[in-house]
């Protein structure tokens, strides 16, 4: 079983692991939804109480599940974690079981469009207030978060003009008024997130980006302390359905043995990349964390290794210049996801963010000359290529 003084590369490959009485080398995949009792006795037995190794029903864990969880939340620094069909179902089960009517929710306004939709949507129908706020103004975030706030959610870099929140200062303001911090690390990266070290009370993860990291399946996980994640939260998710099924689990937790060396190999390209296209002509703007004209370059540096796998930039000649860009890339597909060791290009404009009234395009910087770069496992000099050779035919 895992000893905590391991490195993450060992972790990755070793952590949360079971296995059973075959003593087989490849962690194996418990396609089983239920599990059978020995005797009446030890059914009811196990109903009162359960042990570590026992399981009861597949939608409350299962033994390839939860070996999944306890590597992941080991790598995030957490506890313990709660498996999910999808990274949204993380984000979901993590507020719902969390919140109450008449509960005050404070969270930044660069946020995914489906957490957006359950925070005002879905929550905000069953009464619960929420305040938006401009994730990168600390004093922002100290007027909003108030005695009535039950939770403050946030992205610590926000998907797609990654803007960087301040975690350790929120984390320290939403504390002191008693409310829980969540944070979704979907851009952060498993491998750089800095969720825990910043005193975060839960991280939701997307595991379909880095940790699946191919492009196959959703998935998703919420991290935390084993009260909250044992208590609250495994309660709201094991009763609604929102299990993360065994083979997804196997093929994620098999995934998490490269995941390592494949998110930092992206992350070295993406900085490559981002170095060789800033101050290019044809471009207003380069941004991605570590480059030192990030708006929050000193803070993300101070609080993170690295900016992630993902970076964006803004094409002069708007819509009609960026679909040229686009459609004369060779090596990078156009599509919407990202973490794919396949390289990704994605207008948000005209896609993931099609959707959103003007006015707050323009407050999030997502403008119609945005372009966001998912950085794959190619190699970096074919990207630059064919990123200069695109650029050229504008
Ligand atoms: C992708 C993503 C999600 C949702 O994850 P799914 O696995 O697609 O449900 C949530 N938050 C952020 C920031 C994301 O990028």
């Known amino acids: 079983m ?4 391991w490195n993450k590369r060992t972790t990755l490959v070793h952590g949360g692991a079971r296995r059973s009485q075959y003593g087989e080398v490849s962690e194996a995949i418990f396609l089983t939804q239920g599990f059978v009792y020995d005797s009446a006795e030890a059914a009811e037995q196990r109903f009162q109480s359960l042990g570590e190794d026992e399981f009861i029903y597949a939608r409350y864990g299962n033994p390839t599940v939860r070996m999944f969880e306890n590597r992941l939340s080991q790598i995030v620094g957490y506890e313990d974690g709660f498996a999910c069909t999808s990274g949204m179902a993380a984000v979901t089960g ?3 079981a ?30 619960v207030k929420i305040t938006l706020v401009d994730g990168t103004d600390n004093a922002a975030w100290e007027e909003a978060i108030t005695d009535e706030t039950a939770l403050v959610f946030l992205e610590s ?13 929120v984390v320290k303001v939403a504390h002191a008024k008693g409310a829980l911090v969540v944070v979704d690390d979907a851009m952060a990266t498993p491998i750089f997130s ?18 699946d990291g191919q492009g196959r399946m959703l998935g998703g996980m919420i991290c935390g302390s084993k009260d909250l994640i044992r208590g609250p939260i495994e309660a709201y998710m094991k009763h609604t359905g929102g299990a993360m099924n065994p083979f997804t689990a196997w093929v994620q937790l098999k995934s998490m043995d490269t995941m390592d060396l494949r998110v930092r ?9 981002a170095e060789a296209l800033d101050g290019h002509p044809k471009l207003n703007s380069v941004r991605y964390p570590q480059l030192p004209s990030h708006p929050q370059h000193d803070i993300a540096m101070a609080q993170g290794e690295s900016g992630g796998t993902v970076l964006a930039f803004e ?7 960026c679909f040229k860009l686009l459609n004369a890339l060779e090596i990078f597909t156009i599509s919407n996801n990202f973490a794919d060791s396949k390289s990704i290009v994605t207008h948000p404009a005209t896609t993931t963010h099609q959707r959103l009234p003007q006015d707050q395009k323009d407050i999030l910087g997502i403008s119609d000359g945005a372009v966001r770069l998912s950085v794959g496992l190619e190699d970096a000099d074919d990207l630059i290529a064919d990123l200069m050779q695109a650029l050229d035919q504008i």
């Open 94 to 96: 993590a507020l719902t």
């Open 157 to 169: 870099i926000s998907n797609p003009m990654l803007e960087v929140v301040d975690l350790r200062h």
């Open 315 to 321: 094409v002069k000649g708007g819509k009609e210049a």
């Open 2 to 5: 895992t000893k905590n003084t």
């Open 194 to 211: 800095y969720s825990a070290a910043c005193g975060a009370d839960l991280c939701v993860i997307s595991t379909t980006k880095h940790v």
């Open 98 to 127: 969390l919140l109450k009517a008449g509960d005050h929710v404070v969270a930044a306004r660069a946020l995914f469009g489906s957490c957006l939709y359950v925070l005002e949507d879905v929550l905000g129908r069953f009464g």
């Open 265 to 273: 190999a992206q992350a070295a390209s993406v900085l490559k990349i």
